[in-house]
């Protein structure tokens, strides 16, 4: 039998996104319910709220801290001298700051993964450190209801509104073929996405998840498209597995929407679009990159 790799994923379990309960659960859904699945690794939990002693981690080959961030992890200080490879799953682009790469030269961390494109990442990330794009956490939903059965309107938007990043949703929430909808969170979202045809995934600062899960669900995606956001690394395309926007057309692409409700490319585009974020988001095969990427530095 090939050896497995002992992977130690060390956090406090305190952290809000790795309870369960934050309406936020992809992380939790991805280190805590899915990797501990994976039969090539032997994936260890390491729930420590204080500090990190060596005999947690003892005989693991590699030690996955997320964010690097007192509110996330116990203090690792042990790890600095410990023979083991050092992954990190970054915070955002923006939250990539100089203090936090001190921290990862610090740890003396080989890896580091997020999702943001590799294009904008790696700026920010430490010399002699490697990076691989990993979504996480994307739901399970193996079935949708048919394309007659859903709400041909309203094109649906959720999510905060209020942040710099989001003026792409504010300006949207003004038209009139739009609604803003919320309280649905963590496993009722993909509930509340099924139920529509189209809707809208917008941050003009990184691609987030729900550029992955409204199509995931079904659904024909308006995708914010900038210069910042990373979106050509998703890989959708534009009139075929989705429906790309910019800040100049945004309108003009929701009044094509309205204008024919039974065109059947729409269907197409929703149809195609879940079949290759399921093809290339699913919980599995990021884990696979993930690991992938891990075992190179074995």
Known sequence: MAYRPKVAFVYRPSCRFLTGKHHDNNYYRFFIEHLPTVERVDYQLVPVEGVLVASDVAGADVVIVPWLADWAIPD???????????????????????????????????????????????????????????????????????????????????????????????????????????????NEFPILLKQYRAGIAACSSVAVQKYIELPNCGMLTFMEVTPENGFESLGFEDGETCVAMTDQNWHSRFDEYVATPNDPRWQKIADAGRKYTQGRYAMPVQADILFDAIEELL
């Open 76 to 186: 690792v200080s042990v790890l600095y001298d410990m023979p083991c490879v050092r992954a990190i799953m970054a915070p955002d682009l923006h939250d990539m700051t100089s203090k936090w790469q001190a921290s990862v030269e610090r740890l003396g961390a080989s890896l580091v993964f997020e999702r943001g494109a590799p294009r904008l990442a790696t700026p920010n990330i430490p010399d002699g450190v490697a990076y691989r794009q990993v979504w996480l956490g994307l739901h399970d939903v193996p079935e949708v209801p048919d394309w007659a059965d859903r709400y041909f309107l309203p094109i649906v938007l959720s999510g905060a509104m209020g942040h710099p990043a989001y003026a792409m949703r504010r300006a949207c929430d003004t038209h009139v073929a739009t609604q803003h909808i919320s309280g649905f969170y963590g």
